[in-house]
């Protein structure tokens, strides 16, 4: 008993002060967001005239053997949430204009967005052809990306993901928050001299935190300029929590297997807790700007107009 407590009391004390730095980070990392947004690589100004019909989108052709295969490998997440969870395959029209409109309002009407796709061929082509990436990199770490997208498919296991070696932004769900947050990363990527070495330096586990945050404040950001609530809503829910965990990751190389366990599951809940916080303060906010925005507009009655005190 008494060295279950020798090892438990520091686990908890280091547990403690990680949740503290998390706490700190992802409230900073909102604070971030209420900067103006910087639409494109290269203005400040919402560009005047943007159309979201130049970006490509790719549907994949049904693959009855792969979709069994999700389905068998989401059922965990089904059993741990519930009956009712379910996230649509499927991008909805709603969201592919979403979708749509970021990347044609910030410069990435090139980005090629394939949804529910499976076509390593395809991959390698344009791996081949990306001039925008170095040789060096495109044939090095671009070569193992494409490995790791023809061998762990996300049709399969249902991620978003940008490939800045192939310059392909990969939609395999209805999550929006996901794919704009991929977008973002294809912005930052896209908005560096060196892109290859960018991409390749921030896929580093550690190092990839930054490369995180810098597309949550992006999507926030814009979210916030484009009066997008259910896009800020869905970031706070679905990337809190990684960040969280991204935050604490670098512990697990100093500390034992034990209080690792326990900083990344505090991490990522702190981070969830967090998320939940935020959302409900921004919501507050925005209810609190609509009233105030009432209270200040005319309001029309009997054919006149009266100012509202």
Not at 31 to 43: K, M, Q
Not at 188 to 199: E, F, I, K, M, Q
Request: with cysteine.
């Amino acid at each position: 008993m008494l060295q279950l407590r020798v090892i438990f009391e520091p686990t908890v004390a280091r547990s403690r002060n990680w949740c503290v730095l998390i706490l700190v980070y992802c409230i900073g990392l909102q604070g971030c967001a209420t900067s103006p947004y910087r639409y494109g690589h290269a203005r400040s100004a919402k560009p005047i005239e943007s159309s979201a019909e130049d970006v490509e989108f790719e549907y994949g052709r049904p693959r009855p053997g792969m979709d069994r295969m999700r389905r068998v490998v989401e059922f965990p997440e089904r059993l741990l949430r519930g009956k009712s969870h379910h996230v649509s395959h499927d991008l909805s029209p709603e969201h592919r204009e979403q979708l749509a409109s970021y990347l044609s309002q910030n410069d990435l009407t090139d980005v090629r967005v394939l949804v529910n796709q499976y076509d390593p061929r395809g991959e390698w082509r344009r791996l081949k052809s990306n001039q925008r990436i170095s040789p060096v990199w495109r044939y090095t770490a671009g070569t193992l990306s494409v490995a790791s997208y023809t061998l762990l498919p996300g049709r399969v296991f249902g991620y978003q993901h940008y490939n800045p070696y192939t310059n392909t932004l990969s939609v395999n769900s209805d999550r929006i928050a996901s794919a704009v947050h991929e977008a973002a990363c294809a912005k930052d990527v896209h908005g560096r001299s060196l892109p290859g070495t960018y991409a390749t330096v921030t896929s580093i586990p550690g190092v990839n935190l930054w490369k995180t945050s810098r597309a949550v404040n992006d999507v926030l950001s814009y979210a916030q300029a484009e009066d997008d609530w259910e896009l800020e809503c869905g970031t706070y829910r679905e990337y809190f929590s990684q960040v969280a965990t991204g935050i604490v990751m670098p512990a697990q190389f100093f500390v034992t297997p034990l209080v690792n366990v326990v900083v990344s599951l505090g991490g990522g809940a702190v981070g969830q807790v967090v998320g939940h916080i935020v959302e409900k303060r921004r919501l507050a906010e925005r209810k609190a700007q609509v009233k105030e925005q009432e209270e200040d507009s005319p309001i029309q009655t009997a054919g006149y107009s009266t100012i509202a005190e």
